[in-house]
């Protein structure tokens, strides 16, 4: 699809989980849901119940995250921090708490009803040191060099210009500043035709990098020490509910796909200082 339509059927999906969210039901999506048996294995039990104690239920209810960067990153107090597709707020509000009162935690999404839902869920939660966005990651709205870390839960992989995102991203970090995001990525070749009707599963809809391909994208948009580290490998049991709804011989594929869709968190930094005239814009 192109970038325009990519971008409608993002928001429209994420509009209606929101809207499900605030009729009383989940964000889930898929096969799953429409069975009644709940969430895929990809977003469920990322929160344990710690985090999920200190939120508003709907923000964890309309989490459609892959996994958990509030629990990975490295967070300071007094630190800005910055989640690209911040749905719900649940990462932004857990992120917040964890700067402190000194510290800021922004949201950015494109999404009507997401934003709603999140202004929402920072009322409930009587935190002051949050503000949402509006906007589009390849866009971000912010300064350059204004924020301290960019975190991120499963967005990236459905940008069709993931090297604008990671530019932008770069971009309004600080120097020295950290990128430390959840994502979906794939490990190896397989068929383009496998790969697409298992990426259509893989968080509803996807567009996941090949984990090389995400090293060079960072390291092209001038980001180092660039880390990938799984979260959680997809087994094609995790898949074989979904596939099996759209006509797919689930065995058939099986050894194209066991083990080469997997949650990963993505670590990489801005150079705290360089020579060169663009490297630190």
């Known amino acids: 699809m192109s970038s325009p339509n990519i971008k409608e059927v993002v928001k429209e999906k994420y ?15 898929g096969a ?44 300071n107090a007094g630190e800005v921090i910055l989640d690209l597709g911040s749905g719900g707020g649940i990462d932004v509000l857990l992120s917040a708490k964890r700067v402190g009162p000194t510290g800021k935690a922004y949201g950015l999404d494109m999404t009507d009803e997401m934003l709603a839902l999140a202004n929402e869920n920072k009322r409930k939660a009587g935190v002051e040191n949050v503000e949402f966005l509006k906007g589009e990651i390849e866009h971000i709205p912010l300064p350059d060099k204004s924020v301290d870390v960019i975190i991120s839960n499963c967005v990236i992989n459905l940008s069709a210009d993931k090297d604008r995102v990671l530019r932008e991203a770069f971009r309004v970090l600080k120097p020295g500043g950290r990128f430390a995001v959840s994502d979906v990525v794939t490990r190896g070749a397989m068929l ?87 490297c630190c814009s």
Request: glycine share 8%; hydrophobic share 40%.
């Open 32 to 75: 799953t849901a429409s069975s009644g048996l709940g969430c895929d294995p990809i977003t469920t039990n990322l929160y344990d119940a710690a985090q999920a104690g200190q939120i508003p239920e709907e923000a964890l209810l309309a989490s459609l995250g892959c996994g958990n960067p509030t629990a990975l990153a490295q967070l």
């Open 192 to 278: 383009p035709e496998i790969r697409q009707s298992v990426l259509a599963w893989v968080g509803c809809i996807a567009g996941a990098l090949e984990e090389n391909e995400y090293r060079a994208k960072l390291a092209s948009a001038g980001f180092e020490t660039i880390e990938i580290e799984p979260t959680r490998i997809y087994r094609i049991e995790d898949a074989r509910e979904f596939l099996s709804g759209q006509n797919i011989d689930v065995d058939a594929i099986a050894p194209q796909v066991d083990g080469k869709f997997m949650s990963a968190f993505v670590r990489a930094t801005k150079p705290a200082a360089c020579c060169a005239s663009t």
């Open 15 to 29: 509009g209606q989980a929101a809207l499900r969210v605030t009729s009383g039901g989940s964000s889930c999506c």
